[in-house]
């Protein structure tokens, strides 16, 4: 929960304490964990400027088309993170969303978010008096963001090398009774660890840089949810996931994520080593 909420003009700014329960077995803040404290923020971030009922809606309900997480540095346990929310820009049916998280001084991570709207699961465009408030507040800041071609190679998942099911859940629903925005970055999250758990690093470790995710549409069900994933790409100390959600209404989520394998006791991004990259090489896409 946070401690305490300040806003000054277009920006938004909050403290919110990471739980025990958010760790994960590398004794920090699980990635999934990081993402929902940026969502935490930006709902926080909507309230403040649109009312203490506006973490809800019955009519058009505001959802991410897309987000782009940067992971920087490992967030801890036992202190507070500071959250920083602008808002980037608003067109006629999309906005733009940054927020910015620090612990200790040390900025951890931020995500670039563009919102859309919907109503009984389709796009609509933003209601008139969200876009007013959220054009007058945006900084024009706005970079074009990177193609998203990596949902187009989704459509052929049934040729990836990675395919795992899991039941729907719940806890699963959010507020509204939709597949929630954080539940489908968890469904990113256990694609690549089905094909990550099998890798033998060695001494070698691994961790998450980045997470581009396309959000398709939230529709519920409960039909198992079935995960496929690959590798897109390999570099020198780092290569591409590539994984997807898809329930009974089609393809829900696709991720690109960037994984970045490190020396444990520096740190640091280590190479590749042949072994490794043999082991990958029988998943890629």
């Not at 806890?171 to 968890?186: G, K």
């Not at 990550?196 to 409960?222: C, E």
Request: one cysteine or more.
């Amino acid at each position: 929960m946070p401690d305490s909420i300040t806003t000054a003009n277009t920006v938004f700014e909050c403290a919110i304490t990471p739980r025990y329960t958010d760790l994960d077995t590398w004794r920090h803040v699980n990635n999934s964990r990081i993402y929902q404290l940026h969502q935490e923020a930006r709902i926080l971030a909507h309230i403040a400027r649109f009312g203490a009922d506006a973490w809800f809606s019955d009519d058009v309900r505001l959802r991410p088309l897309r987000s782009i997480t940067q992971y920087r540095q490992v967030t801890w346990y036992g202190s507070d993170v500071q959250a920083r929310v602008q808002v980037l820009s608003c067109e006629q049916d999309t906005y733009r969303v940054r927020s910015d998280l620090s612990q200790n001084g040390q900025h951890v991570g931020s995500q670039e978010c563009m919102m859309g709207a919907f109503v009984k699961g389709q796009r609509v465009d933003l209601p008139e008096d969200v876009r007013e408030q959220l054009q007058h507040a945006a900084t024009g800041t706005a970079e074009p963001l990177p193609a998203n071609d990596y949902v187009e190679l989704a459509k052929a998942v049934e040729q990836w090398p990675m395919r795992q099911q899991l039941s729907g859940r719940y806890a699963d629903l959010d507020a509204d009774s939709q597949r929630s925005e954080a539940a489908l970055a968890r469904y990113m999250e256990q694609a690549r660890f089905g094909a990550i758990r099998g890798i033998d690093l060695g001494d070698l470790g691994i961790l998450i840089a980045a997470a581009d995710i396309s959000f398709l549409h939230y529709r519920p069900g409960w039909a198992p949810v079935e995960l496929g994933s690959g590798i897109t790409r390999m570099g020198n100390t780092s290569f591409i996931f590539t994984g997807c959600a898809t329930s009974e209404h089609g393809l829900q989520a696709v991720a690109n994520s960037v994984m970045v394998v490190i020396n444990q006791a520096s740190g640091r991004p280590a190479p590749l080593t042949n072994a490794i990259r043999e082991q990958l090489g029988k998943l890629k896409v």
